[in-house]
């Protein structure tokens, strides 16, 4: 991975992760990375700064042990994605989070979005959920990977049009989902067993050779929030992550919601 000068936006993203939550210096993060409001939409963290430092006081004392490593960051615009494990008590819970912030014209962090699921070990010849190789590349091409996965989502999973797949998916396409084998016609034939569709896509972002999706799936009549991680290359997708959770009833919300 080639060094890369990080933004200000960039910087307090991480911040939020390393000094915040591996470090436990809440309000000192806050005090350096939050501008003066912070919209909270994870599952569970109140809304506002106030609302982050209470959550994290009781976090703290449930995972004293924490280390978090970021295994991704991609930004565009004023968004910041960031894909992350976290190993919590020795082990004892590990965690696989994918989350963006979007931070103000000074590059402060004023609104997070998140999904969380468990770190599962690979198994039988199954490719790690989220650690690999990454390097951003063909920055020139961040607009048109963009329109390429976004015509991806339109066409197969919200207008169902199956037939077009084998132009926007490579036949050896590497897959880190576990449920699902690698290749082409693997990825497909889990999409049509499980009735695999999207309500809408929230966000999409790009940075040359990825390109990130977040929005409300729907997978075998359940509903979930979720991120899809796509790397491209020769204007198809060769390699994919994704995370995904159930969406929360209203009535538990603490928050303004996933979106």
Request: hydrophobic residues 35%; aromatic residues 14%.
């Amino acid at each position: 991975m080639r060094f890369r000068i990080l933004s200000k936006q960039v910087e307090n993203a991480q911040n939020l992760y390393i000094h915040a939550i591996q470090d436990g210096r809440v309000v000192e993060a806050q005090a350096q990375s939050v501008g003066d409001t912070y919209i909270q939409h994870s599952t569970g963290v109140p809304d506002g700064k106030e609302g982050f430092a209470a959550f994290f006081a009781n976090f703290f004392e449930r995972h004293p042990e924490r280390q978090i490593k970021i295994v991704r960051t991609i930004e565009d615009g004023n968004l910041v994605f960031v894909h992350v494990h976290q190993y919590l008590n020795g082990g004892e819970a590990q965690w696989v989070t994918t989350d963006t912030f979007r931070a103000d014209e000074n590059g402060r962090i004023v609104e997070h979005w998140d999904v969380i699921d468990y770190y599962r070990t690979p198994e039988n010849g199954q490719l790690d959920q989220i650690f690999g190789d990454f390097e951003i590349k063909d920055v020139d091409k961040t607009v048109e990977n963009k329109k390429t996965v976004r015509r991806f989502l339109t066409e197969i999973f919200q207008n169902g049009e199956l037939e077009q797949w084998s132009d926007y998916v490579a036949d050896d396409l590497i897959q880190h989902n576990h449920e699902i084998g690698q290749g082409s016609d693997a990825y497909k034939n889990y999409v049509t067993e499980y009735d695999v569709t999207f309500d809408f896509v929230f966000q999409l972002l790009g940075q040359g050779n990825y390109v990130v999706s977040y929005g409300q799936t729907q997978i075998d009549g359940v509903a979930y929030a979720q991120y899809d991680i796509f790397r491209l290359e020769n204007g198809k997708i060769v390699e994919h992550w994704d995370n995904k959770e159930v969406i929360p009833k209203v009535e538990d919300l603490t928050n303004r919601g996933k979106f």
